[in-house]
């Protein structure tokens, strides 16, 4: 069975402090992805991978740094967390070539709230 | 990338058929998503339309105009589980594995 996994359903963190979610999938996909939903807002892509070692600016990526170091994994890092990244953010993965190879698998989300 | 649009919210009865709709800019485009996503959990893949016309898949069908830049999504004998949000997608091709994501369209299925 197809499986994103995400280090933390809910997490809280103070401002100022250095956050990182981490994501990994086990189906050997090159592409990954880290969007954060927000309400009226959508999914709106921070960073995307095509391979290790490889990251790619998404829409909004201020605030934010990413690390593949491993196919499997894909981390999102902030920085210097502030109370404006509190957010739902969720992780995905796809392949690049095969059929429906775009289709995008989910991760369940970490709920990070920043006070 | 591209402009997704599709309705905020919609509220629909048990039983019922609805139609949801999307439309996107036809430049650079070469396919579209739907995803469903309950409240607090992951979007689950529904279908992906490259071809016009309509695709079914039990309760849901997809539909694409390419040349109008219109998909939807029809969700049949409507159930209370439908309630969910229901997401388009573009997906342009040409080297990019990105998708454009709508904003949602919360649906409410009611008894």
């Known amino acids: 069975d197809v499986k994103v996994t995400q280090s933390s359903r809910y997490l809280v963190k103070r401002t100022g402090e250095k956050v990182f979610l981490e994501c990994v999938q086990d189906?050997?996909?090159?592409?990954m992805f880290w969007y954060r939903q927000d309400p009226g807002l959508g999914l709106r892509l921070i960073y995307f991978?095509?391979?290790?070692?490889?990251?790619e600016k998404g829409d909004i990526p201020e605030g934010y740094s990413v690390s593949r170091e491993k196919k499997e994994r894909f981390s999102l890092i902030l920085e210097s967390a502030s109370t404006n990244q509190t957010s739902m953010y969720l992780c995905?993965?796809?392949?690049?070539?095969?059929?429906?190879?775009?289709?995008?698998?989910f991760g369940p989300g970490t709920r990070l709230t920043v006070l | 990338g591209q402009n997704i649009d599709q309705p905020t919210e919609m509220t629909a009865t048990e039983g019922a058929i609805v139609q949801i709709n999307c439309t996107y800019q036809?430049?650079?485009?070469?396919?579209l998503f739907w995803y469903q996503q309950h409240a607090g959990e992951a979007p689950t893949f529904l279908s992906y339309?490259?071809?016009?016309g309509l695709e079914e898949k039990g309760r849901f069908s997809s539909f694409l105009s390419r040349s109008k830049g219109y998909s939807y999504l029809l969700l049949k004998e409507l159930q209370m589980k439908d309630s969910a949000s229901y997401l388009c997608?573009?997906?342009?091709?040409?080297?990019?594995?990105?998708?454009?994501f709508g904003k949602g369209t919360k649906l409410s299925v009611i008894p």
């Open positions: 991978s095509y391979d290790v070692k490889m990251k």
């Open positions: 997608a573009g997906y342009s091709g040409a080297g990019s594995y990105q998708l454009t």
């Open positions: 189906m050997d996909h090159e592409n």
């Open positions: 339309n490259v071809l016009d």
């Open positions: 995905a993965s796809s392949l690049t070539s095969g059929r429906n190879h775009n289709e995008q698998f």
């Open positions: 036809t430049s650079g485009f070469n396919g």
